[in-house]
């Protein structure tokens, strides 16, 4: 039977549970993200950097306001954020056609936004084989 030091077990007891959270970390990814509703999008993946209210936040960084943000009066210009991402935020274009669509929506009728003119999954799916085509294409 193999012995191991007090050093040793203390590893192990370490890093079984990081392999754990990996393992989870790992299964949600390859799965994508289960949400659908921009609602529900929103608090399971933005707010956790954009604040329940929409109104950002700063600390160990500057997290914008999606609240009463005029950049999103163009209606896919959060499309093209998702889809690339913007400085300190990372792309989410593993996020689905309807899932970017639902959750663009959300944002710009909600928080204080009241934008007109609904993005459809059709319009992200024209603008992600633009953003795939085009590296140097950037938001804003």
Known sequence: MARFSPRTLGL???ILPLTGLTTAALAQFSGGYRYQT???LYTHICQGCHMPDGKGASGAGKYPAL???PKLRASLYPVLVILKGQ???PSFSELTDVQIAAVTNYIRT???NNFTG???PEQVK???SQ???QKALSPG
């Open 12 to 14: 192990i007891g370490a």
């Open 118 to 120: 609904p993005v459809t």
């Open 38 to 40: 921009g609602q529900e």
């Open 67 to 69: 609240a009463g943000d």
């Open 110 to 112: 909600n928080l204080g």
């Open 126 to 128: 024209a603008l992600r």
């Open 131 to 133: 953003a795939v085509q």
């Open 87 to 89: 400085k300190a935020m």
